[in-house]
């Protein structure tokens, strides 16, 4: 247990800023090459959309974030924590030197999560990229698109812009930290 979350906390593979990517940033440099009699395969690590035709052009499970398979991580966390206890910590992130528990796991995914949403301390949300009529202009500013999926590094908004189907599942992460922090 402890190996799989120090592989999917460690910032040079899976975690990301805006939580976990969906194939390890490792394959950036290391793509995993299959050779299957003449025919080869290569899988590589793409944070945001495809660079290739391949699939239809969509990198989708091949780097960039994706709401449900955070949510579920969180989740499971959580579910982990609760059989676990404050006593079975890991390192948070992997190579810090600081422990965490699985619910403080769960809490700083969460955190890193719903931050594609935020302004951060340049007054820019992620996931508008770098559209300066959607970073700056007066009513565009504070919409908030649900998109499709964010890019691994980051956390630009790609994909369908009106997601809100898994992509709503931030609310329910605002939710539960309005719960526990015994805001109504």
């Given at each position: 247990m402890k190996r799989i979350v120090a592989c999917m906390l460690d910032e040079s593979e899976f975690l990301?800023?805006?939580g976990l990517r969906s194939l390890s940033r490792y394959h950036r440099e290391h793509p995993l090459i299959v050779n299957m009699d003449g025919h080869v395969a290569r899988l590589?690590?793409?944070p945001g959309e495809s660079r290739t035709g391949l699939f239809g052009g969509n990198s989708n499970w091949r780097g960039p974030i994706w709401f449900p398979l955070n949510f579920l991580a969180i989740e499971s966390l959580r579910h982990l924590?609760?059989?676990?206890?404050e006593g079975f910590t890991v390192e948070?992130?992997?190579g810090s030197g600081k422990q965490a528990s699985l619910?403080?796991?769960?809490e700083e995914l969460e955190r890193?999560?719903?931050?594609?949403f935020l302004r951060d301390s340049n007054g820019r949300r992620p996931a508008l990229g770098s559209d300066a009529r959607f970073q700056r202009e007066g009513a565009w500013r504070d919409l908030l698109l649900f998109y499709e999926y964010f890019h691994g590094d980051t956390g630009e908004g790609l994909g369908a812009s009106h997601q809100t189907g898994w992509t709503a599942l931030a609310g329910a992460l605002v939710a539960h930290r309005r719960l526990r922090s015994g805001q109504k």
């Open positions: 990301s800023p805006y590589d690590y793409e924590h609760t059989s676990f206890g948070l992130p992997t619910e403080q796991v769960a890193r999560l719903l931050r594609v």
